[in-house]
């Protein structure tokens, strides 16, 4: 019966196309190499440009970009896969707009005891918040460890502290960062979400994350003032206090004991900062529909997240993240929906807006999927995949059938070291729109990038197109042109 099926469906895949295997073969040839590494960079180029503001989620600049992108699949004959007839999924995306960098000043000891104004240096040493109110808060430094109130798990870095009024320092994480059951519990906690609200909780007037990376997955609170700075440069100014909150943090993780100390300094912080509670994001969709009555009801998806940071204090270009992941997949998407090669299934091209600020897009679109679930045969995402010399399919191994015909290209056309892994339960709090499909039950794969070959600057204004390797996205374009284009038609 097994055999009779493969025989049956393999007679359909020869008799469907009119195409003969040498002029199939001249057509993927064809597409392959129409994807060129000159395209991809410029489209890089246009997506990091000034023009696109670093494309922060509900602002003009992020529609601007949105649009440029459904123009872009409009061209290469891809359908609208939106709502009402357009390219969009609209969704409330409320967004601060950062108009200055402002300051953050430490009033350090000198020799003589008096207090001494130490301003950090913009970028290098501080960035302002994403989500912070515009305003000033002056006031006295505290040390609270992690930030995290857990009553469920008996720690409390504000115990026996008094926050109220002062600015409070907190390190990024949670002490205890394992993908493992005890790693769940702590999950809800390691977020600057929590650490925001739970400094508030408390009654601080300001608050510093000693980790200097822009992040609008924060909160806004009229009043209340924050900014990022390093946790390297807050040793370095805290040390004459005596106390060392490098070994003080090492302390935290091994004993899950907290460490939180009032110190003698001072800090003082401005923004200024516009609040947009109107804002409103949305996913770019764009659909090619399957030529088979039956399997067009399937789906194959490439997804990608298309916003970054935005402006803060300057431009965040976001190249890597995530423009790099984008112009993958506007690559494979002109040269799939400009080849003449058959295919059976559907495919849908997600471009997501909000990943920065919470996970929005991807969110929305697993509670209001285009396609149903039964019916999604893969979502493969697309998140930092520009940088490398390698390629990889994290999670490919859990679906052996869509990986093989992968590697294969890879084997046959592109030749890149591959690595592929199964899907490993994650405890973890979920951090990528992957994590959101895979939670949400969708049969999932993170596209990747190894062995980076550049510096990576994680949410950095270094993040630009120069940093990008546009030949791996060239390859990264060719595996994926390949690979859908067998997958839409196997055997699944
Ligand atoms: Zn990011």
């Known amino acids: 019966m097994k055999r009779f099926a493969l025989i049956l469906s393999l007679s359909l895949l020869f008799s469907f196309s009119s195409l003969g295997a040498d002029d199939r073969e001249q057509e993927l040839l064809k597409g392959f190499h129409n994807i060129s590494s000159n395209t991809l960079l410029g489209y890089a180029q246009k997506l990091t440009s ?15 970009t949105a649009q440029w992108v459904a123009d872009r699949l409009k061209e290469w004959g891809i359908r609208p896969g939106g709502e009402g ?3 969009f999924q609209e969704f409330p995306a409320p967004y601060t707009s950062v ?31 994403s989500n912070s109110a515009s305003g000033k808060v002056e006031g006295e430094v505290v040390y609270v460890g992690f930030g995290i109130t857990a009553p469920e798990l008996k720690y409390d870095d504000y115990r026996g502290i008094t926050a109220k009024g002062k600015i409070v320092l907190v390190e990024s994480g ?3 960062e394992k993908n493992d059951p005890p790693g769940a519990a702590w999950a809800p906690y390691n977020g600057t979400r929590h650490k925001l609200e739970n400094a508030l909780r408390h009654g601080a007037a300001g608050l510093l994350v000693l980790d200097k990376v822009g992040n609008p997955n924060t909160l806004y609170q009229p009043g209340f003032v924050y900014a990022h700075t390093t946790h390297e440069l807050a040793r370095q100014l805290l040390l004459p206090t005596g106390k060392d909150i490098q070994v003080l943090k090492e302390e935290i993780v091994k004993t899950l004991k907290p460490r939180s100390f009032s110190t003698s300094l001072k800090a003082r912080i401005t923004a200024s900062t516009t609040r947009h509670p109107e804002g409103k994001g949305c996913n770019v969709v764009g659909l090619l529909e399957g030529s088979d009555p039956e399997l067009k009801g399937e789906v194959l998806i490439l997804g990608g997240h298309l916003d970054h940071l ?4 300057t431009l965040f270009p976001g190249a890597l993240d995530n423009a790099s992941g984008c112009v993958d997949i506007l690559g494979a998407a002109q040269a799939l929906g ?6 059976k299934r559907s495919l849908l091209f997600l471009f997501f807006g909000g990943e920065e600020s919470g996970l929005l897009g991807s969110t929305y679109y697993t509670q209001h999927p285009l396609f149903p679930l039964q019916k999604t045969k893969i979502f493969m995402n697309l998140d930092m995949v520009g940088n490398g010399t390698g390629l990889s399919l994290w999670g490919g191994l859990s679906y052996p059938k869509i990986e093989e015909i992968f590697r294969k290209a890879n084997d046959r056309y592109i ?13 973890g709090r979920p951090r990528s729109d992957g994590a959101v499909f895979s939670r949400a039950g969708f049969p999932t794969i993170g596209v990747g990038a190894t062995d980076t070959v550049k510096p990576i600057y994680y949410h950095d204004p270094r993040d630009t197109w120069q940093e990008l390797t546009p030949e791996i996205m060239e390859d990264v374009s060719r595996l994926l042109f390949l690979g859908l284009t067998e997958a839409a038609n196997a055997d699944l």
């Open 174 to 176: 949670s002490p205890y």
């Open 99 to 129: 108009d200055s960098a402002g300051s953050v000043v430490f009033l350090v000891k000198d020799g003589s005891g008096a207090l001494k104004e130490r301003p950090l240096l913009f970028p290098d040493e501080y960035f302002p918040g």
């Open 415 to 427: 030749h890149r070291p591959w690595r592929a892994s199964q899907n490993r339960p994650s405890y």
């Open 50 to 64: 000034p023009e696109f503001g670093g494309r922060l989620t509900g602002t003009p600049e992020y529609r601007l």
């Open 338 to 343: 400009t080849s003449p090669l058959p295919r």
């Open 85 to 87: 007839g357009t390219y």
């Open 310 to 313: 935005g402006t803060i204090g």
